[in-house]
Structure formats: structure tokens, C-alpha cells
């Protein structure tokens, strides 16, 4: 069972910036989507952004205009950059991988924080 490995998460101030990191490895593998979803307190776990293959990314509105997810081509690596943050982002920060070959799975979360 492949699964992802996040990091990046830690406390910044409202307006700041972190850089979450997703690293899944595995022999021959190939994922066709990635994903970042997120889960606050006493919350459902929510979709903030995706990318298919290399190129196609989706974002939840309320991080559309702050929120960047890139994949290294050709690699099994995604970021999510995130810019102008705001209380309400605080949450932990899930990766969800498919790929050919494999269950979906999800990393085991990194925590973000923002507050001042």
C-alpha cells in the first residue's frame, strides 16, 4: 500500500505564507491525480485543490485566489502554496493520491495554523 507523506504545516501569522510538500514513492508508480484536502475541529474533511496528470488544477472557491497546487513533472511530488492566510485555513492538511495499480490513499496530515 503506497502512501503519501506531507509536510510543510507549522503556525503563521494571518497573511502569511507556508508551502505544504506531498511525496508519495513506490516502485513503477504512477499517479494520475493528486490532491489536498483539508479537516479543522469538529469539521468534515473538505477538497481545497487538485491536479490531474500534470497540468489540470481545481481549487475550492474560498482558496482559489490564494492557493497554488503544482506538480514536479513526471514525479510523484505536489505542493500547495499558500499565500494571504487566514484564521479560517487552520486545519490539517490531507494528501490523496490514484494512481494505476494502487488504492487511493491519504497521508497521514500535517497541521497548519494560523493566528496571531
Known amino acids: 500500500q503506497v502512501q503519501p507523506v506531507e509536510s510543510g504545516g507549522g503556525l503563521v501569522q494571518p497573511g502569511g505564507s507556508l508551502r505544504l510538500s506531498c511525496v508519495a514513492s513506490?516502485?513503477?508508480?504512477?499517479?494520475?491525480?493528486m490532491a489536498w484536502y483539508r479537516q479543522a475541529p469538529g469539521k468534515e474533511r473538505e477538497f481545497v485543490a487538485s491536479?490531474?496528470?500534470?497540468?489540470?488544477?481545481s481549487y475550492e472557491e474560498s482558496v482559489k485566489d490564494r492557493f497554488t497546487i503544482s506538480r514536479v513533472h513526471g514525479e510523484n511530488t505536489v505542493f500547495l502554496q499558500m499565500n494571504s492566510l487566514k484564521p479560517e485555513d487552520t486545519a490539517v492538511y490531507f494528501c490523496?493520491?490514484?494512481?494505476?495499480?494502487?488504492?487511493?490513499?491519504w497521508g497521514q496530515g500535517t497541521q497548519v495554523t494560523v493566528s496571531s
Open positions: 513506490g516502485k513503477d508508480l504512477t499517479l494520475y491525480y
Open positions: 491536479v490531474v496528470n500534470d497540468d489540470f488544477a
Open positions: 490523496y493520491i490514484q494512481g494505476y495499480g494502487i488504492k487511493p490513499a
